[in-house]
């Protein structure tokens, strides 16, 4: 699927930045290299007195994908890697059928790591722990995601952006599997999420996710379920990153049933973005005492109490 260079950026009033739209790669160029296409008369083209300058390093991409019981939608998924993904990790969640057999027969140099807790949360964050490239993208099992729509994600990535997310409400996204309710829902929070953080994204709840991997520390994840996705978002805005949303189309599952339940699920990435908004209110509070003399500590408490 072929996708225009084009992001939705989003403004974090908390960091006072506002990041813009990425350049276009120049024809020919990587859109993964670590440096902006350029022109042939480009600085960057200059000469040293060592000879001409070096080339950038390319980046190295990591795909991690976790799956449990997705026997029957791998050889889709993984068909659709592109060539400029390096690593491929999946967690397996204890699958009961031929999960690890059909992802070696499909993708023979894929790794599998394995899951010692529960819930898609975990298993993203066990992944992202074993990932060994300098970019991370996350994406489904069950054929919601294709992975073609990558190459879109590393552009911009590679062009001043920390954080690239995909949105189904951009143009150029879109869903065919959403309901009416589950996207009233996302709708919800999305305007919650937005509010908290001065923020002006359009798609919340959607797992196809890319990061530069120096940054996952920086993440702080900790969720072990569905809401994992709601808590990478609103963490990479907490820590002031460049974000660019993407458009993304997500498919139908291929086969077999979904293990998310839209109202559980919801009150869980509900429950999430609440307690890191308190969190971060404490630990502003905390910074306020720290900068006022004993006599305004004690009045500020006194305040606050």
Same mark, same amino acid.
């Given at each position: 699927?072929?996708?225009?260079?084009?992001?939705?950026?989003?403004?974090?009033?908390?960091?006072?930045?506002?990041?813009?739209?990425?350049?276009?790669?120049?024809?020919?160029?990587?859109?993964?290299?670590?440096?902006?296409?350029?022109?042939?008369?480009?600085?960057?083209?200059?000469?040293?007195?060592?000879?001409?300058?070096?080339?950038?390093?390319?980046?190295?991409?990591?795909?991690?994908?976790?799956?449990?019981?997705?026997?029957?939608?791998?050889?889709?998924?993984?068909?659709?890697?592109? $060539?400029?993904?390096?690593?491929?990790?999946?967690?397996?969640?204890?699958?009961?059928?031929?999960?690890?057999?059909?992802?070696?027969?499909?993708?023979?140099?894929?790794?599998?790591?394995?899951?010692?807790?529960?819930?898609?949360?975990?298993?993203?964050?066990?992944?992202?722990?074993?990932?060994?490239?300098?970019?991370?993208?996350?994406?489904?099992?069950?054929?919601?995601?294709?992975?073609?729509?990558?190459?879109?994600?590393?552009?911009?990535?590679?062009?001043?952006?920390?954080?690239?997310?995909?949105?189904?409400?951009?143009?150029?996204?879109?869903?065919?599997?959403?309901?009416?309710?589950?996207?009233?829902?996302?709708?919800?929070?999305?305007?919650?999420?937005?509010?908290?953080?001065?923020?002006?994204?359009?798609?919340?709840?959607?797992?196809?996710?890319?990061?530069?991997?120096?940054?996952?520390?920086?993440?702080?994840?900790?969720? $072990?379920?569905?809401?994992?996705?709601?808590?990478?978002?609103?963490?990479?805005?907490?820590?002031?990153?460049?974000?660019?949303?993407?458009?993304?189309?997500?498919?139908?599952?291929?086969?077999?049933?979904?293990?998310?339940?839209?109202?559980?699920?919801?009150?869980?990435?509900?429950?999430?973005?609440?307690?890191?908004?308190?969190?971060?209110?404490?630990?502003?509070?905390?910074?306020?005492?720290?900068?006022?003399?004993?006599?305004?500590?004690?009045?500020?408490?006194?305040?606050?109490?």
């Amino acid at each position: 699927m072929d996708l225009p260079n084009t992001a939705h950026t989003t403004q974090n009033g908390a960091s006072g930045t506002h990041v813009t739209a990425a350049p276009a790669t120049t024809a020919g160029a990587s859109p993964w290299s670590t440096e902006p296409a350029t022109h042939a008369d480009s600085p960057l083209h200059a000469t040293t007195p060592l000879g001409p300058a070096p080339a950038p390093r390319a980046l190295t991409v990591s795909l991690v994908i976790p799956a449990k019981n997705e026997a029957r939608n791998l050889a889709w998924v993984l068909g659709e890697i592109p $060539d400029c993904v390096d690593e491929v990790v999946m967690v397996d969640g204890r699958s009961e059928d031929a999960t690890l057999l059909m992802a070696s027969i499909h993708r023979p140099d894929i790794r599998f790591v394995a899951q010692s807790g529960t819930g898609k949360g975990d298993a993203l964050r066990a992944g992202f722990a074993s990932a060994t490239g300098d970019i991370v993208v996350m994406i489904d099992a069950d054929g919601s995601m294709s992975a073609r729509e990558i190459p879109h994600f590393l552009h911009f990535l590679t062009h001043g952006y920390d954080f690239v997310k995909g949105s189904r409400f951009i143009a150029g996204g879109g869903s065919l599997d959403i309901t009416a309710f589950r996207r009233t829902g996302n709708w919800a929070l999305l305007q919650l999420v937005n509010t908290l953080y001065d923020a002006n994204l359009t798609d919340l709840c959607y797992g196809f996710c890319a990061f530069h991997r120096q940054f996952l520390d920086l993440l702080d994840l900790t969720a $072990d379920g569905f809401d994992i996705e709601a808590q990478m978002t609103v963490h990479a805005l907490k820590a002031g990153l460049r974000i660019a949303e993407v458009p993304s189309l997500e498919l139908p599952r291929r086969s077999g049933r979904s293990n998310l339940h839209a109202i559980r699920d919801g009150n869980l990435v509900l429950r999430s973005v609440l307690r890191d908004r308190q969190r971060r209110h404490r630990a502003r509070h905390a910074l306020d005492l720290l900068h006022l003399p004993y006599s305004g500590r004690r009045q500020l408490a006194t305040h606050h109490g």
